[in-house]
């Protein structure tokens, strides 16, 4: 204490002097905002108005559709999209998947709310060390990065490429859901056997044992929202296959009575229960404008 | 003591404070003023160059994904280049003949990273062989890794923007592929836009249309061999020097708008070689004419090897016997210039059960039995988890002292049918005096009927 209060005098002093001996010095005005601040400045295209009125004024979503370094996992080889790609994957998103979220909700301000503001398109898939390869991801409720955008098409025949786009946004997005309003806790005891291994299991072999798909199996989260995108995002099978109509993935897992169908069965109980007391949507409502919204939209 | 030591400090403390000689800026210019003058020095840069840019992109045989590495051939990628103010970039590439005529137009960026940086922002023929999907990319480096390229670079000259020449240094920021940008002649873009990197990919086609798998060039008096391995774009040459010694050298090429270039040049005494240009069929005489340094040359078909490595067909051999493997190859045999001639492929075996198994490739397995080598196909089994011997082939290999091989059959394993691809393709072994094996990678050889060059069949090692 007694040492404190010789110094303190003697900092105030140094202060004091400092001030004195700076009175003169000269700053350089900052003129030039730094460069970079407030995003890329790149002259603005078609798509960008096009992104502007569709998504960024209805849904104050922002669309990141040029490459950003290390916006991306780095360092992995993953390849921007194509610009002729970006404005029909956007029209599939608003009219297949966010259209009947907006016609049950009776407005955009769900989404408007909800949706992540950042979506990030990317033209590949982002190919895993384990021989798996990711479509999509959801971060904390505020970006959504949709993969494959180059091989985007909604030709009847590439109906399996659209709905695995559907199904990953659907995915994406139920995601978002759980991060703000989380599901019955209840749902994760359903089924016990999630493994970091689910890339090794056939989809078929998965319902068997009671999820929708082999990832599903991976995490107790990634079932609930697998369970979503699969109601939402299943369709009548194309020539390419894939992605059936939910009905059929129930009968993969065996029909009634079968562990694997009974299972989720109860899982669609809560699913739809969720949807009703967390969000108050009539989950089977949103399922059937889905369907109809994906069918009349192939070409 | 311990005042003094105040004191000490205190007026270190005023003394420090009375330097007024800080100042934040270079030049009266602030780091923001200057990295935003030298990113428009950079792009001012780019889009000044009237008759455009090439692009040269060379790999270093790595490739990362998921911050693992992947090896594989090293390339030497071509682009024509022209940039524009509203940030959009037109290119045309020499990566595949579908990107050698038409102009794709995207976009690019140049920004301040850690370095500036020169980034092609959205998909352009640049990024087809960054792709990480093996169907795109066509990759030989495994699922999930384009050849090695980047799409996104820093510039690496050590000199300010402004004071840049005609050509730019760049290095990927992925896999640090080296790029340099050289400013383009009007010659050059009229060669160019006039398609003329198409031509020299038909003019390349047309080697084809010699039917013997020995090509020889002839070049002012001098013959040397020459092969072209258009998946990972390289030509080897082979010729014999003034000592007599047999020479080869695999030289990796890229296509210009004016013409074939090397990434280094042959050399042969007072003879150097750094590209090809104007190849033109001849059908009349079933050769290709070309121009080699303002030179005039013919390639013409050859049913012998320049020279032939008296090593080869022991070592063939040998490597897969010392490793208790086989030789396969997916194609099976190439004949008179039909890859596939006998359609393997369509091969089927069945299992104990009476499954029918589908064609996996065809190999040659020495000693597969003690002294008694296999050669048939390979079947995938029924489930779909490995594969199956079913039928096939059992025989010896005779390596001779001038360098060929000969192939004998004097067994049978399971019931191999006396019809179709597989037993054209086990008399086709032991027919015509033998072969002559050309090694022509570290886990590869092509192997040359004698009597009759237009017939042949690549061998890869499993390993």
């Known amino acids: ?299 | 003591m311990k005042k003094t030591f105040l004191y000490i400090l205190a007026v270190m403390t005023i003394g420090a404070g009375c330097r007024k000689t800080y100042n934040d800026t270079i030049q009266g210019q602030t780091p923001d003023q200057r990295v935003s003058a030298a990113l428009a020095a950079y792009q001012k840069k780019l889009t000044a160059a009237p008759y455009g840019w090439i692009f040269l992109e060379s790999t270093t045989g790595i490739a990362y994904n998921q911050g693992v590495s992947a090896t594989g051939p090293q390339i030497t990628l071509a682009y024509y280049m022209q940039f524009t103010d509203s940030g959009r970039v037109s290119m045309i590439s020499d990566f595949d003949p579908s990107m050698a005529a038409t102009p794709k137009t995207s976009s690019y960026n140049v920004k301040e990273l850690t370095r500036p940086a020169l980034i092609f922002d959205t998909y352009s023929y640049l990024h087809v062989p960054c792709d990480p999907d093996p169907n795109v990319s066509h990759s030989p480096f495994g699922f999930g890794y384009g050849w090695g390229t980047d799409f996104e670079f820093s510039f690496s000259d050590s000199v300010a923007a402004t004071a840049l020449g005609d050509t730019i240094q760049l290095i990927g920021n992925l896999n640090s592929a080296q790029g340099m940008l050289i400013k383009a002649t009007q010659a050059q873009q009229t060669a160019y836009l006039g398609g003329n990197v198409l031509n020299l990919f038909t003019g390349l086609g047309n080697l084809n249309n010699i039917l013997q798998y020995f090509k020889r060039l002839s070049l002012g008096g001098v013959s040397y061999e020459i092969r072209i391995n258009a998946i990972n774009r390289t030509v080897t040459f082979t010729w014999i020097d003034g000592s007599g010694n047999i020479r080869t050298a695999t030289v990796s090429y890229y296509i210009l708008g004016t013409g074939i270039q090397f990434s280094s040049p042959i050399v042969n005494g007072s003879q150097t070689i750094t590209g090809i240009d104007n190849l033109a069929w001849n059908a009349g005489s079933s050769t290709l004419t070309v121009s080699i340094g303002g030179q005039s040359g013919t390639i013409t078909g050859a049913n012998a090897p320049l020279a032939v490595n008296a090593g080869a067909a022991a070592a063939w051999y040998q490597a897969a016997n010392a490793n208790n493997t086989y030789w396969y190859s997916v194609n099976g045999y190439h004949i008179n210039g039909v890859d596939n001639a006998y359609r393997v492929d369509t091969l089927t075996g069945r299992d104990t059960a009476n499954n029918v198994l589908p064609y996996y490739y065809m190999i040659y397995f020495p000693n597969f039995n003690p002294g008694i080598d296999f050669f048939g196909p390979i079947f995938i089994n029924n489930a779909r988890t490995g594969l199956d011997l079913v039928w096939g082939w059992g025989g010896g290999f005779a390596a001779q002292t001038d360098g060929h091989g000969v192939f004998s059959i004097s067994y049978t394993f399971g019931t191999p049918p006396s019809t179709g691809g597989g037993f054209q393709s086990a008399q086709q072994l032991v027919n015509g005096g033998g072969y002559y094996f050309v090694n022509t990678g570290p886990k590869t050889y092509d192997m040359v009927n004698k009597t009759d060059a237009r017939i042949w069949i690549s061998w890869t090692l499993a390993l």
Request: overall charge negative; glycine content about 8%; proline content about 6%.
């Open chain 1, 1 to 299: 204490m007694k040492l404190l209060s010789r110094i303190l005098p003697l900092l105030c002093l140094t202060a004091l002097a400092g001030l004195i001996s700076c009175k003169k010095d000269k700053f350089t005005p900052i003129t030039t905002p730094p460069v970079g601040l407030g995003g890329d400045n790149s002259p603005k295209t078609a798509i960008d108005s096009f992104i502007y009125d569709s998504l960024t004024v209805p849904y104050n979503v922002a669309v990141y559709y040029k490459w950003l370094p290390g916006e991306l996992d780095f360092p992995s080889d993953i390849t921007p999209p194509d610009e002729a790609k970006v404005i029909p994957m956007c029209k599939a998103l608003l009219n297949v998947a966010y259209a009947p979220y907006n016609k049950i909700t009776g407005s955009t301000l769900f989404l408007r709310k909800y949706l992540p503001k950042v979506l990030e398109l990317a033209g590949s898939a982002e190919y895993l060390a384990n021989g798996a390869i990711f479509l999509g991801q959801a971060e904390g409720g505020t970006a959504m990065l949709l993969y494959m955008v180059n091989s985007f098409s909604r030709q009847t025949a590439d109906s399996n490429t659209f709905k695995q786009t559907m199904h990953t946004m659907h995915h994406e997005f139920g995601h978002i859901l759980h991060q703000n309003i989380y599901y019955p806790v209840a749902y994760k005891t359903i089924s016990t056997g999630y493994t970091g291994n689910w890339y090794n299991v056939p989809d078929a072999t998965a319902r068997q044992s009671g999820f929708i798909t082999a990832y599903a199996e991976s995490a107790p989260d990634e079932d609930f929202v697998e369970m979503i995108s699969s109601m939402l995002a299943g369709g009548p099978n194309g020539p390419s296959g894939g992605y059936d109509e939910y009905e059929q993935l129930l009968v993969q897992a065996g029909g009634p009575g079968s562990v694997g169908y009974e299972t989720i069965k109860r899982k669609e109980a809560i699913v739809v229960s969720y949807f009703a007391s967390a969000w108050n949507i009539d989950f089977y409502a949103l399922r059937a404008i889905c369907r109809s919204s994906f069918v009349n939209y192939l070409q």
